[in-house]
């Protein structure tokens, strides 16, 4: 809902509110930088006005700038407003045309926030919620004042400088700016879990590295294509992040464990991804890996089976869907539109063998894996790029 004139939308942030000052503004010229480049990305025209810790941006498409605002990793709220002169006067004429432009069916209420310094303003911001009030009950036809339950609320922010009216707090992603973090490289399959944990990493400020693995005969037809629309997904968060994607080939490491290893076959594979990933990590100065693994989701994700399979890493491997049902993971895809990309099962399913292991034991996996150090090393030397 946009109140008539709406020319601005108020932005809001939350876990950057409680650092320590200096790492406050470090975080704050992150997230200004990070939405100038999103606006810019979505060619929303608009300035950003950064005050009093809390960023305005300037302009005539205040929805499709809302919209970005709630894309953006630190912000969690956003609202498209009206900026009038910090007056009883304005706030009451902008109250009452916004609520003559979109009626109220049902009980409204109106919250007042006056900040700044005491002598600029000779009315308080209960007076504002009275007289505001006044203002709104005279505009609609059928008005009735409901201030616990109502079906509308009328905001009012008043500041020294100028003063805001909106009726709507669009919630946003939370977290932290992007890049306030050291990056991670991402093993992205192109499934619908593994989107989700690159961008819930995203979300507390990491940048990540995409790093697909085209297991060539032993994959699907289309799964590089979805690999890279997921990835294209994600990079629509990160436009001055993440720009391309990152293709190993595996398909002669795939080969050989099919060949060679029986129920262990698909831990030596997650093996050889995370090496792979940290040889990628080492050279782009990511400092971990992030993976869509949940505890007994497959197989491979048992509780025995991680460790086992992170025995090989030295860098950390960050698994954020660990304990997320999978009902919980695809409702957080559908939110980040990363589900459409990846409905068709993808990864390792020509891979597995008919009786996995749940249960391994490093000593299992050791003896019947073949030395990874020259597959992964093939692997690394093949990777291509493929821009977002
Ligand atoms: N082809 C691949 N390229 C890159 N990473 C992969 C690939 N296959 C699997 N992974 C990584 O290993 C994790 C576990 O593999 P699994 O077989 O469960 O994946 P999936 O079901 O194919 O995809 P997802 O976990 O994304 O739904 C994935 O979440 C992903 O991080």
């Not at 108020?10 to 997230?31: A, F, H, N, P, W």
């Not at 954020?320 to 099962?345: F, M, W």
């Not at 749940?358 to 790029?385: C, H, K, M, Q, Y």
């Amino acid at each position: 809902m946009i109140p008539p004139g709406a020319d601005t939308v108020l932005v809001r942030y939350g876990d950057i509110g409680v650092k320590s000052t200096k790492v406050q503004r470090d975080m704050e010229d992150s997230l200004e930088t990070n939405l100038r480049a999103m606006l810019d990305s979505r060619a929303v025209p608009s300035e950003i006005d950064w005050r009093w810790s809390r960023p305005r941006i300037r302009t005539a498409e205040v929805d499709a700038a809302a919209a970005v605002a709630c894309d953006t990793f630190g912000i969690v709220s956003a609202s498209p407003a009206v900026s009038v002169e910090p007056t009883m006067a304005a706030i009451c004429r902008a109250l009452s045309e916004t609520a003559g432009a979109l009626g109220v069916e049902g009980p409204f209420a109106v919250s007042a926030r006056r900040a700044g310094e005491r002598e600029a303003h000779p009315f308080t911001s209960e007076d504002i919620e009275r007289e505001g009030g006044q203002a709104i009950w005279d505009a609609l036809s059928d008005p009735a004042v409901d201030l616990d339950d109502p079906s509308r609320t009328f905001y009012v922010e008043c500041r020294s400088d100028e003063a805001f009216v909106f009726v709507e707090k669009r919630t946003g992603p939370g977290g932290l700016p992007l890049g306030s973090q050291r990056p991670l490289v991402a093993l992205l399959s192109g499934g619908i879990d593994s989107p989700v944990a690159a961008w819930e990493l995203m979300k507390r400020g990491a940048p990540v590295i995409p790093l697909y693995f085209d297991f060539e005969a032993y994959g699907g037809v289309d799964h590089v294509a979805r690999a890279v629309e997921s990835a294209r997904t994600l990079a629509g968060y990160a436009p001055n992040h993440t720009r391309d994607l990152r293709i190993a080939p595996a398909g002669a490491a795939a080969a050989r464990f099919v060949e060679g290893i029986g129920p262990t076959r698909m831990l030596s594979l997650r093996r050889f991804m995370l090496r792979v990933g940290e040889r990628l990590a080492r050279e782009t100065g990511a400092v971990g890996i992030v993976t869509g693994e949940a505890i007994g989701q497959k197989s491979s994700q048992t509780s025995a089976n991680l460790a086992v399979t992170d025995a090989v890493a030295e860098l950390p491997v960050h698994r954020p869907l660990l304990t997320r049902d999978k009902q919980e993971i695809i409702a957080r895809a559908r939110e980040i539109g990363t589900y459409e990309d990846s409905t068709v099962e993808a990864g390792c399913n020509r891979i597995a063998p008919e009786y996995p292991e749940t249960n391994a034991s490093l000593e299992a996996v050791e003896a019947a894996e073949p030395d990874l150090d020259a597959l992964v090393e093939e692997s690394f030397a093949g990777i291509d790029r493929v821009g977002l």
